[in-house]
Every structure is written in structure tokens, then in C-alpha cells.
């Protein structure tokens, strides 16, 4: 069985970082691109960044363009995100999340397994 | 920057079809894939690739892509689609979502 544990969520001030992790289990991780994305409870889902298999393709959207860094460690079935530069409009529940297509993303990219999130709060 | 563009609300009667559009310019050219989020649960893919459905998903539920427009079709609904609604698609190295859409089974 798949599954994606998402941790790492927490209450951060502005400006300081946090870093979020993933452990996944059930299926050959190093044979799938991973993604995050959030969702401000309430509001629509948002990409906020991927990685290939092999950590060569990095890709960010707009809004963490910067300031997020995405990571994977194949050896420990892990996914990162470290999260610098923390703004208030970065409150929102991360989930990390697998491209069904394969190591890389593209034309297609398709998420087939979802973790439970992690939240983070961004306040003073 | 590409924009995908869903309703914000869809009301339908049990048994009838439910229709969900998602606009973007040349959608038609990129494949567009749906996901069905209930309150407090994480998404659930429902279409891929424009028309596949994932295993377990029932038959009811299809799609299309042409043009401008994807659609997510849900036929003969029932009270337990009642859900949030979200469309996804791929361009140029940037995953992109639509605002999603609630369903409302009345």
C-alpha cells in the first residue's frame, strides 16, 4: 500500500524557515518524480514545487520561487521542502505528493497518492 | 501566465448529470487531469489524461478535452459526489490548478 507521512508542520514567525519532510513507503520511490502542494484551509490547491527522481529537474512555482528548496534522499524514501523566508500567505496545509507518470514530470503529470499535510502557520 | 478557469459552484439533482468546466487557453493541447476532495480529506484523483479513470473510480464519472474546455462529467450523481472539484494540468514546466469547484446534490 502507498502511503505518504507528511511532518514537520508547525506555528513559525515571519521570516524565520522550517522544513518540511515526507516518508514515503509502498512503491519504488526513486522511480517517481514528487511534488508539494498547499492548500489554505477552505481555498483551491496550489503547486508549490516537484523534483525528479534523480533530483536533475527542480522546478518551483512563482510564489516560493527563492525561497523554498525541494529535496529528496532516494536511500531513505524521504521528500524534503525547506521553507525560508516564511511570509503570512505561506500558512497552509503541504502535502506531499507523487507524480503517477514516472521519474520525471511533464506533459501529463498526474498526482495518484496524496499525504494527510502537514500545516504550517505563518503569525507572530 | 496560464490560467485555468472552473465555476465556482455546481448544483445538480441526485440522478441527473453533473457538468464541471475547466478553461484555458489551448487546453485542448495539454492533458488535463480531476480531482474530488471531500471536507477534512486529501484529494482524490478521479480522471487523468483527459478521459482514464483510475481504478475504483466509478463509471459514472468521465471527461473530455477540446479546444478551450475540459469537462468533467458525472453522470446519474448521487449524494456521496457532493465534493469539491479541482482540474489540473501541466505547461511549461509548472503544474497549474484550477480554483475548484463545489458540487452541491440537492
Known amino acids: 500500500e502507498v502511503q505518504l507521512v507528511e511532518s514537520g508542520g508547525n506555528l513559525v514567525q515571519p521570516g524565520k524557515s522550517l522544513r518540511l519532510s515526507c516518508a514515503a513507503s509502498?512503491?519504488?520511490?526513486?522511480?517517481?518524480?514528487m511534488h508539494w502542494v498547499r492548500q489554505v484551509p477552505g481555498k483551491g490547491l496550489e503547486w508549490v514545487s516537484g523534483i525528479s527522481w534523480n533530483s536533475y529537474s527542480i522546478d518551483y512555482g512563482d510564489s516560493v520561487k527563492g525561497r523554498f528548496i525541494i529535496s529528496r534522499d532516494n536511500a531513505k524514501n524521504s521528500l524534503y521542502l525547506q521553507m525560508n523566508s516564511l511570509r503570512p500567505e505561506d500558512t497552509a496545509l503541504y502535502y506531499c505528493?507523487?507524480?503517477?507518470?514516472?521519474?520525471?514530470?511533464?506533459?501529463?503529470?498526474?498526482?495518484?497518492?496524496w499525504g494527510q499535510g502537514t500545516l504550517v502557520t505563518v503569525s507572530s | 501566465s496560464y490560467d485555468l478557469t472552473q465555476p465556482p459552484s455546481v448544483s445538480v439533482s441526485p440522478g441527473q448529470t453533473a457538468s464541471i468546466t475547466c478553461s484555458g487557453d489551448?487546453?485542448?493541447?495539454?492533458?488535463v487531469c480531476w480531482y474530488q476532495q471531500k471536507p477534512g480529506q486529501s484529494p482524490v484523483l478521479v480522471i487523468y489524461q483527459d478521459t482514464k479513470r483510475p481504478s475504483g473510480i466509478p463509471d459514472r464519472f468521465s471527461g473530455s478535452n477540446s479546444g478551450n474546455t475540459a469537462t468533467l462529467t458525472i453522470s446519474g450523481t448521487q449524494a456521496m459526489d457532493e465534493a469539491d472539484y479541482s482540474c489540473q494540468a501541466w505547461d511549461s514546466s509548472t503544474v497549474l490548478f484550477g480554483g475548484g469547484t463545489k458540487l452541491t446534490v440537492l
Open positions: 505528493v507523487r507524480d503517477m507518470v514516472g521519474p520525471t514530470s511533464g506533459v501529463g503529470t498526474t498526482f495518484d497518492y
Open positions: 509502498g512503491f519504488n520511490f526513486d522511480d517517481h518524480a
Open positions: 489551448k487546453l485542448g493541447d495539454k492533458y
